[in-house]
């Protein structure tokens, strides 16, 4: 299996003209949207990978490291997904030839692996403000946390799914 990174805008009729390629695109989690690289969501040969909460360009779309595990949970799925998809075949017994991730997806593991890197020792300080119960007192709460732990996670559980796939995968 082949893997290609598909640079601008996919279609739907390139997509389809194309059945022996199964193409991967981010997704969201009620993977419902059919906008941007989610406008091929409904073609067989097209699956999401979960790297947002939901669509949006909006700080709140994106997971952060207070829902690491949560969102490892639905990366794993993506990925088996994807996995089942590969091992499922294109139809009339033939296989996927080609893996085509988005650019988005190829910048994420990047991105990510530039992350794991450089950011060891690189912690942010993340308080809140809480209110007792008697709502008379309020204290400061503050945890540390490992920048960019979710980013790294990403790019290394894609990475390893597309080298299995596409250089280990008979």
Not at 39 to 51: E, K, P, Q, S
Request: net charge negative; hydrophobic share 35%; with cysteine.
């Amino acid at each position: 299996m082949i893997l290609e990174t598909h640079v601008g805008f996919w279609n739907i009729k390139d997509v389809l003209q194309n059945p022996k390629k199964l193409y991967v695109f981010a997704d969201d989690i009620p993977g419902t949207t059919t906008q941007g690289e989610a406008i091929i969501r409904h073609l067989d040969n097209a699956i999401g990978v979960v790297t947002r909460i939901k669509s949006g360009s909006a700080a709140c779309c994106d997971f952060c490291d207070a829902d690491y595990y949560r969102w490892k949970m639905h990366i794993a799925m993506s990925i088996q997904n994807v996995r089942n998809k590969v091992a499922q075949g294109c139809g009339n017994n033939e296989i996927y030839t080609h893996l085509v991730i988005s650019k988005r997806l190829h910048d994420l593991i990047q991105h990510g692996k530039t992350l794991l890197s450089t950011s060891e020792n690189s912690t942010d300080e993340t308080c809140t403000l809480e209110m007792a119960s008697d709502k008379k007192e309020t204290a400061l709460s503050c945890t540390t946390i490992k920048r960019d732990k979710i980013a790294g996670y990403l790019a290394s559980a894609l990475d390893e799914l597309f080298t299995d796939l596409c250089y280990n995968h008979n």
